[in-house]
């Protein structure tokens, strides 16, 4: 009867999620936004985090995500914290308690509002620069998943350029984790320089699903929940070079995804891309890596 009770409380525990908590501090006074009856979201300028305030959040539950503010398009990079505050909390500000590295502020890409750098996928270049939408198909799994048809293939390279146009397709970089363009979200713990423009960066990383809603093997994403079930962190390394940011798992000894910022030239070329199957790279400055070189040239 001992060994049945223990085998049901073992069981028990098994079918539990790991869920750790991870500590940020404002650096300085931090706004909360809100979400109005017509789901426009808003600044509260009565609700304020201070700043030197600690903020717990759980590095599953509270994911890193992106949200247009009224009817101006603009993007908001937010956290949720719903037991502090039934609002969205903007990353600008926040940094991990007891970790004094930062990140380059030259690769930060959001501001309290609105982002400040616009980065995409790298292979997106590969496409413009050869007028080819399918070459995206390459590289990304989920796209190429959902594109088996001509139609929802056009609906889906629209969505994309609508995307990219508003902000909310780029991904989030900031110094308490990072919001991929999949929607996967990845929460610090802590950060170290490694190497020159090499940063180490500690913690969990969810995919854009929930558990239990989606068959994994049928979803392009960068993370499983197998790994925070694990208890073990998983670290990223992010390799700076110039316009570009090279992200790698080094516990799934993978390279994710590579990251390039954007021009406003580029971005209208990517957008008249997916919209019409037709772009004009000629005039195009193209990104440049640390050393001057360009690969699409």
Known sequence: ??????????????????????????SRNIPVFFEDENLDVFIDKTTII??????????E??????????????????????????????????????????LPDSI???????????????????ALKNKDCSIIKKYDYQYKLENQNPSIQTETEEYIACGIQEGWFCPVISNIGIRFHNDNSFLFNKIEKIGEN?????????????????NESNWDSYFSYNQIDSGKYEQLILQIDGDFIKISSETQNKELITYVVISDSIEKQ?????????CDASKLIWPRHADGSCDFK
């Open 1 to 26: 009867m001992k060994n049945k009770l223990l085998a049901c409380i073992f069981l028990g525990l098994a079918g539990l999620s790991f869920a750790e908590s991870f500590h940020f501090i404002a």
């Open 198 to 214: 090499i940063f180490q960066c500690t913690g969990y990383g969810v995919p854009c699903f929930s558990r239990g809603d989606i």
């Open 108 to 126: 930060i890409s959001i501001e309290e509002i609105g982002i400040s750098k616009k980065y995409v996928p790298m292979y997106f270049l590969e």
């Open 61 to 102: 539950k509270n994911r890193i995500r992106i949200s247009n503010i009224n009817d101006k398009n603009t993007t908001v990079a937010f956290i949720t914290n719903y037991e502090l505050y039934d609002g969205w909390i903007s990353l600008k500000g926040l940094s991990i308690k007891d970790c004094a590295q930062l």
């Open 50 to 59: 201070p700043k030197g305030k600690e903020i717990t959040f759980d590095c």
């Open 270 to 278: 990517l957008i008249n891309l997916f919209n019409h199957k037709n």
